[in-house]
């Protein structure tokens, strides 16, 4: 759905830290996507190539001596959550994601995530069955007004005031002006992760974190 698209960048960072570390299980330390791209850039960048997704993969099976079929089919090629994975990664890592309940009221009552970074905060992800995926706000909606007032730096005041009512949000899409009506329901929205360090990692999680941050 138009509403819920997934940011390349955000994915793409997060499944290169599972590559990063799955080469690191898989060789016992002795690898990492350092060493993939080192060897790109020499067998490619160096030479004024490029290289395809084929050729990347390829080159991480020579280093590895391992397929990576279903890693590519599951989190690159494919729509795999990346939450499971992503726990055991961590946990090698002597790691854990700790979730916490967001402290931006249009993320927590109305599943709004904006990115802020102009006058019109552009909306980047709606929750799944939040009421702003119930009204029909979409991602790269730009955000104008709330019932009737200017947004414009002021979102967190205006949202702060208007969190437990039905709203008016005027949006901003393929150049027309659009207005939704959101009612929160009780529930809340999105989470902020704190990676935090295990209190008690054994010796062998220490000696993968430390391999991996080069301490």
């Known amino acids: 759905a138009p509403a819920r698209k997934t940011s390349i960048y955000i994915k793409g960072a997060l499944v290169s830290f599972l590559l990063d570390v799955e080469l690191m299980r898989l060789t016992e330390n002795e690898l990492s996507l350092n060493d993939v791209m080192a060897r790109l ?4 960048a160096r030479k004024g190539y490029g290289y395809t997704e084929q050729d990347f993969k390829q080159v991480i ?10 890693f590519f089919a599951a989190y ?15 946990d090698y890592l ?9 402290g931006r009221n249009w993320e ?6 904006v990115q802020e970074s102009h006058s019109r ?26 019932n009737g007032l200017k947004i414009e730096h002021n979102l967190a005041n205006l ?4 969190h437990t009512d039905t709203i008016e949000l005027t949006i901003f899409r393929n150049n027309k ?24 990692p054994t010796e062998q999680q220490r000696e993968n974190f430390r391999q991996w941050s080069h301490q």
């Open 159 to 162: 949202f702060a005031y208007y």
């Open 41 to 44: 850039y020499h067998d490619f």
């Open 108 to 113: 927590k009552h109305f599943g709004i995530k």
């Open 94 to 102: 002597g790691m854990k994601l700790t979730q916490n309940q967001s």
């Open 121 to 146: 905060p552009k909306v980047t992800q709606v929750a799944p069955d939040s009421p702003a995926e119930r009204s029909g706000l979409s991602a790269e909606d730009e955000l104008i007004a709330i």
């Open 76 to 90: 690159v090629q494919g729509v795999t959550p990346l939450e499971e994975p992503l726990a055991r990664a961590l």
């Open 177 to 200: 002006l659009k207005h939704l009506h959101l009612a929160t329901d009780g529930h809340t929205y999105f989470e902020d992760g704190v990676l935090e360090l295990l209190a008690e």
């Open 61 to 70: 099976e020579q280093l590895s001596g391992c397929s990576f079929d279903h």
